[in-house]
């Protein structure tokens, strides 16, 4: 009975997917007709779809996707692209060094990659095209420095695999996503570097000495954001939820007030994507708990761990399958629904062979978020694509040297834990 279940769970998923059925409904729809084949109550959908966003974990999610939009309605980030500037900006190819290095910024702050390459695209795409950098290449170093963002604290979706992870700790997992968020920035800079050489892209213009302390100042008060987040978890003054609801209380403020970068009666246009999107994604949350529970109900994990094992017991083999298999799959699936149909099924082949759940989760988000600039369902590549005016075949083309040096950094992540457990073992003494 299960065989043929799991065959209808599949198919039903497959059918659904192909039909264009939006994911979340995709998911509930194929768990209900797998319950009824099963002959189990139809009740049971909805009480798991409930009981998956009945967490007080989750209320993080709104306030982080909140100040993110709050901070990407004004002008957060050309102050922090001219902050960026100051570090990396009189090279040659300075502009495109600049962008890898405000978008680790502007990721600090929005946690979201597609807010990333919204904001610092609509800044430094043109700007780029303006300098003379071929627009494919513009677009292929923006989307992918974007990526930043799912990995660096505070990323919604590193709270995403907490809760599918069953609450591995938030606070590890941020301090866990910092070092290979450096890595991350630092191999697409060095891709950067090389192609701006070899295509003769021109040096950054220098800053005026006059502007420097302004500028300062403005990327140290926007840079505020993510450090109130992040500081405020590990000092235990607060959860990961309330640091989240106080960085919207300076986000509004800084925004709104200090800047004055737009007028306030547009806060309703900013609460009203905010509401969009956390509808969105607790749908999405609901739904996958769901199909989880019906996977978890087949003994889906169980089996995939013994098909794993069949084939090695090398921790290192079985990553690279793991990996394999998840930028496989993210090529056709976006990065929430992966996140959370894929850990409950994948934790426990990692865990069965000792690799630390941090660890784990940092290699599935990084696995997830590369996912973001592939096509069919790159939503990244296509948001850069629209903002540059780059066709999406170019824009792919341009874009394989920085999905090389995206999965060196990921091949690094995996096979050194360190990069991932330095951080979260010296903080926060775990073994």
């Known amino acids: 009975m299960n065989t043929i279940a799991l065959i209808i769970l599949a198919g039903t998923f497959i059918a659904l997917l192909l039909l264009r059925f939006p994911i979340s409904i995709t998911l509930a729809g194929s768990a209900l007709v797998t ?3 099963l002959d189990l109550p139809w009740v049971v959908v909805g009480q798991r779809m409930i009981q998956g966003i009945n967490s007080f974990s989750l209320l993080a999610i709104p ?20 902050f960026a500037q100051l570090f990396v900006g009189a090279v040659r190819g300075g502009l495109a060094l600049v962008n890898c290095v405000a978008c680790m910024f502007f990721g600090n702050i929005s946690g979201s990659a597609a ?13 780029m095209k303006k300098k003379g950098y071929d627009a494919d290449y513009a677009v292929a170093v923006t989307t992918s420095a974007s990526i930043q963002g799912v990995i660096f604290p505070p990323s919604h ?7 599918a992870a069953g609450g591995v700790s938030v606070s590890n997992l941020f301090l866990g996503g910092i070092v290979p968020g450096l ?13 701006a050489v070899k295509r003769n892209y021109p040096k950054g213009e220098p800053i005026k000495w006059s502007q420097v302390p302004k500028i300062i100042g403005d990327g140290f008060l926007s840079l505020m954001t993510g450090v109130i987040i992040l500081g405020g978890i590990l000092s235990g003054w607060f959860t990961a939820t309330e640091a989240g609801a106080i960085a919207c209380v300076y986000a509004f403020i800084l925004t709104f007030f200090v800047y004055r970068d737009v007028p306030l009666r547009h806060i309703g246009i900013v609460l009203k ?10 749908f999405l949350i609901a739904a996958s708990d769901a199909f989880g529970w019906i996977l978890a109900y087949l003994k ?8 794993f094992l069949s084939v090695s017991d090398n921790p290192s083999v079985i990553l690279l399958m793991i990996n394999v298999l998840l930028l496989l799959i993210g090529f056709p699936m976006d990065m929430a629904p992966m996140i959370l149909i894929m850990t409950p099924i994948l934790l426990p082949v990692a865990t069965a062979l000792g690799i630390d759940p941090v660890h784990f989760g940092i290699i599935m988000i990084l696995n997830c978020g590369i996912g973001l600039i592939t096509p069919p369902v790159g939503t990244v590549l296509f948001i850069g694509c629209a903002i540059g005016k780059v066709p999406v075949s170019q824009a792919t083309k341009a874009s394989w040297p ?9 091949l690094l992540v995996t096979y050194i834990p360190e990069i991932s457990l330095w951080l979260p073992h010296l903080v926060n003494g775990a073994p």
């Open 35 to 37: 319950m009824i084949y």
């Open 157 to 163: 979706n590193l709270v995403l695999f907490s809760v």
């Open 63 to 82: 306030f982080f996707i909140l100040a993110g939009q709050i901070m990407s309605a004004g002008g957060m980030a050309v102050r922090l692209v001219n």
């Open 402 to 410: 920085f999905f090389f040096a995206m999965c060196v950094a990921l």
């Open 273 to 282: 994507r905010t509401f969009r999107t956390v509808s969105m994604v607790l």
């Open 115 to 127: 807010a990333d390459v919204s904001s610092i695209g609509s800044v430094l795409i043109p700007a």
């Open 183 to 195: 890595l991350l920035m630092f191999t697409l800079m060095i891709i950067s570097y090389s192609v």
């Open 300 to 307: 889906v994990p169980v089996l995939l761990t013994d098909m």
